[in-house]
């Protein structure tokens, strides 16, 4: 209840519940240049008032959003709620309702995105330089990002191209360089924005005639961060508008920033000329991570989740999950799932089971030749003989053994499985798995043997 009362009586918590629903239903250029300059003045039980730049800020909301700005406010406000508008520095100018009645003579033909002073910038706040993990795959990339976070537009690294595969941290990157922008000079003009949501933004600036101020607005930039530059191939038109707003802001001295998962020579189907600018300055690629890397990157995120693990959980998790850092951060999130929900300790089993039921490539990694190599240094017995017709006891029980992890920790069919050993039929294979099934529910140490074997190829040692 006193929500709602604190609600309806502060204009500023009323305008910001309005923005968030407006928010989530136009695209970003829209929000920013229509719905962040608005400023709440006052409020009383049914009735919202606002200021607005001019005149013809309020024709073209009332135009295209009619019908969710009313929406909002009857959500926000009640049935009886309703937006009230202040046109900025003009006492003379009357105070408008939403459903305002101007001629086309009183339209005011200014740019707002040139008045605009504010805006948001959709930069994450989670992502800044002292949580990025530094390391050999990622070094010169990390470099170069905070050389240009302290001096944008000002080093030789300009545009600045970050490339390399999914879940890599390039997004982290590039956007803790505007962070670090912001922090350093909180008057910049930083924006972060995806090519896919670029374009649809532009295709909605020609459909309501508009395109001279969605161009405006990003030429206005000191700092224009574009993630995943390759989903601007095939769409010419969006490519043509970009390439000038590029050149508008290099030859001005702003900054340009691109991640890509290709560098640039590899982007078949874009324009030359804009290959051609992306290599003006540095092209930088991020690596998947080393095992070293990871053991960092787990240590950090597994701290800020507030949980603690072992350095045998650590090593498993980094031995089995290599392919990104993505992957890794969901290994560790589904792990504290797994151990909140089901009221158990994180321990070295409930880390095995998270990995199998997270890794996209365990079974990959885990190869039957690898299993036999193992298994044949752990018994000290030549890895030629068990694919031999050797019936010495140690040969046999290696055998056998590997024939039994190879069941168990791949998805290799019996037929693989015994091609593996001689060219052994999967009869063999069979007889071999359920001896020491049958064995390790009696024999202790046979048990433990196998436990330790299984692990060690886990763990890729």
Known sequence: MNEIVNRVSDPKLAWKECLNIIKDNVPHITYNTWFIPIKPLEINETTLKVQVPNSFFVEWIDEHFN????KTIIHVLGDQ???QFKIKDDSNEPELPFEPTISKQERVTVSVAEEKVEFETYLNPRY????FIK???NQLARAAAYAVGENPGETSFNPLFIYGGVG???THLIQAIGNRVLKKNPKKKVIYISSDVFTVEFVEAIQTNTVNNFSNFYKKMDVLIIDDIQFLIGKEKTQDLFFHIFNTLHQSGKQVILSSDKPPKDLKGLNERLISRFQWGLSADVQPPDFETRIAILKNKSETYGIYLTNEILEY???????NIRELEGCLIKLLANSSLNSKEIDFELAKKTVKEISTNRQVNISIDNIAKVVCEYFHVDENKVREKNRKKEVVEARQVAMFLSKKLTKSSLKTIGLHFGGRDHSTVIHAFNSIDRQVGEDLHLKETVDTLRNKIELNI
Do not use: D, V
Request: hydrophobic share 35%; aromatic share 4%.
């Open 67 to 70: 019908t969710l700005i009313n």
């Open 168 to 170: 890599l941290g390039k």
């Open 317 to 323: 998790i980094a031995h089995n999950i290599t392919s």
């Open 128 to 131: 800044h330089f002292e949580n």
């Open 81 to 83: 709620g309703e937006l």
């Open 135 to 137: 390391g050999e795959s």
